[in-house]
T-cell receptor, first 113, second 113 residues
């Protein structure tokens, strides 16, 4: 158990819909990262937040957005969903520093029908 | 961002050492090499990281060449539970001063009984 929690575990929805994925980081970690893993693909970095502020952006689509709240939990919002958005979405957290090991949550499996 | 190259798959006999190579020829002087593994579709798990020197922990050893252009992860006595996808990552610094991982496609290690 990494200490990072993600909800829900599974999500099934239809094209065109909007969903919200939630992540609670490990206690004390200020950084939250979101990744997308499509079938048989590596992990694609989407976005990073640090203490409520966006710090880095990766391959995140304009239809996707994220935020980190004062209690440090984070939400990833996916809108106008397409079939190709079906994937595992992982959240990770870390402390910032010279050796910031990232702790990954169990992921949310999104299926768009 | 420094990229990594790994063989797509490897087999290893149970009880033998598994040596997983990684090429990162474009690595910069202050970029760390990290190794993670992913078992089935679980969240990736941290294994080890290093900058210049060889490193060892309870899970594995990391050998980094003197020119830092490649490294090898060594699992000294592989077990069936080590069957996973292993990712070699160069941790890059973002323009905002934080760090991000660029995952490659990894090596699928299969430990054979």
């Amino acid at each position: 158990d990494s200490g990072v929690t993600q909800t829900p575990k599974h999500l099934i929805t239809a094209t065109g819909q909007r969903v919200t994925l939630r992540c609670s980081p490990r206690s004390g970690d200020l950084s939250v990262y979101w990744y997308q893993q499509s079938l048989d693909q590596g992990l694609q970095f989407l976005i990073q937040y640090y203490n409520g502020e966006e710090r880095a952006k990766g391959n995140i689509l304009e239809r996707f957005s994220a935020q980190q709240f004062p209690d440090l939990h984070s939400e990833l919002n996916l809108s106008s969903l397409e079939l190709g958005d079906s994937a595992l979405y992982f959240c990770a957290s870390s402390v910032e520093g010279t050796s910031n090991e990232q702790f990954f949550g169990p992921g949310t499996r999104l299926t768009v029908l | 961002d420094a990229k990594t190259t790994q063989p797509p798959s490897m087999d290893c006999a149970e009880g033998r050492a598994a040596n997983l190579p990684c090429n990162h020829s474009t690595i910069s002087g202050n970029e760390y090499v990290y190794w993670y593994r992913q078992i089935h579709s679980q969240g990736p798990q941290y294994i080890i990281h290093g900058l210049k020197n060889n490193e060892t922990n309870e899970m594995a050893s990391l050998i980094i060449t003197e020119d830092r252009k490649s490294s090898t992860l060594i699992l000294p006595h592989a077990t069936l539970r080590d069957t996973a996808v292993y990712y070699c990552i160069v941790r890059s610094r973002t323009t905002s001063g934080t760090y991000k991982y660029i995952f490659g496609t990894g090596t699928r290690l299969k430990v054979l009984a």
